[in-house]
């Protein structure tokens, strides 16, 4: 396991940079960049350093037989809380139960595996804002999430070693095309790209890489053009994600990922999204599944707690 350690200049250094950075850009709850608001998208990190609660997100998906086990259906429950400790620096956890349950049908005839569950290795991220231009609608920021060995249930084989995955996110809003080009203003583009490290030598490296193609219909009915479309569906947000793991070294096997069309749903305190999950070749997987996830808006819901900082904030 790594260990980071600073010194107390080092520290200081830091906490001058984060309030320094704070003052050239307004602080903005959510994941507003100018006028364009960038969703908090199921399959790939968005670049907000904010007040967030994604709870509950809902995989299903049905995994073929291997030489390890039969066929079973896969059905995951996760959740994640950030919060904003300093000016665009935030802190976060995730977790995920998974439940595994085996195939009724066998092709020897014999009883079926029971049915297992227990939850994932914990994760911890931490994410900094880097630079944004609100007039461009451009976000750029970096980070590290840490997946945390040995913290989930033994029974389902998870690591016992941690893997380190600093990473580097953006987002970019088209809302500064020309005029003649109004209708591709709403679209939007976010990405992610991380070389994940495991903490065993004997695995491979991996770069993970995703992006989100977006296109809100909020924004064009607000800031292009009101076509007069009707609740629910001037607050729907059509988008198709890529996420994509490329192993690096040791035999690691080919890039498998998944294509995720789907679509968002913006409420005053909430958004629900859906996605398919569509595997991307063959080393991927057979199999078509599906996920819903709840974005709880907390900063609008409890604004006197979030929405702000722990520290060098505003208040409110």
């Known amino acids: 396991m790594h260990h980071f350690q600073f010194g107390k200049t080092a520290v200081a250094a830091l906490i001058a940079a984060f309030v320094l950075n704070s003052l050239a850009t307004k602080l ?3 994941g507003f960049e100018g006028d364009r608001f960038f969703p908090p998208t199921i399959q790939t990190e968005d670049p907000f350093a904010v007040d967030e609660l994604s709870l509950p997100v809902i995989s299903a998906v049905n995994n073929p037989a291997s030489d390890d086990g039969p066929k079973t259906r896969e059905i995951d429950i996760s959740g994640e809380f950030t919060k904003e400790i300093f000016p665009k ?4 956890i995730s977790g995920t139960y998974i439940n ?3 195939s009724k049908h066998t092709d020897d005839g014999s009883d079926p595996a029971p049915s297992q569950g227990g939850f994932d290795n914990i994760s911890l991220s931490a994410k900094y804002q880097i630079w944004e231009n ?3 609608e451009f976000i750029f920021s970096a980070g590290v999430d840490i997946d945390l060995g040995g913290t989930g249930s033994k029974s389902l084989g998870v690591e016992s070693f941690s893997t ?3 990473s580097l996110y953006f987002g970019k809003g088209f809302g500064d095309l020309p005029d003649e080009l109004k209708y591709l203003k709403p679209f939007a583009l976010t990405g992610t790209v991380g070389y994940a490290t495991p903490g065993k030598a004997a695995d491979s490296n991996s770069l993970e890489w995703g992006f989100a193609v977006e296109y809100s219909l909020p924004y064009l009915q607000e800031h292009v053009e009101d076509i007069g479309l009707p609740h629910p569906f001037k607050d729907l947000i059509p988008l198709v994600e890529f996420s994509m793991d490329s192993p690096q070294n040791r035999d690691g ?8 069309p789907g679509i968002l749903w913006e409420g005053k305190y909430c958004q629900i999204g859906a996605e398919a999950v569509i595997p991307v070749n063959a080393h991927t997987g057979p199999n078509i599944g599906a996920v819903v996830q709840v974005q709880i808006f907390i900063d609008d819901l409890f604004p006197k707690v979030f929405g702000h900082p722990i ?6």
Request: no cysteine.
């Open 164 to 166: 380190y995955t600093p």
């Open 311 to 316: 520290f060098f904030g505003d208040n409110k």
């Open 28 to 30: 903005q709850a959510h």
């Open 100 to 102: 595994l349950e085996p």
């Open 134 to 136: 609100p007039e461009h």
């Open 89 to 92: 620096f935030a802190l976060g």
């Open 253 to 260: 096997g080919p890039t498998t990922g998944t294509i995720n």
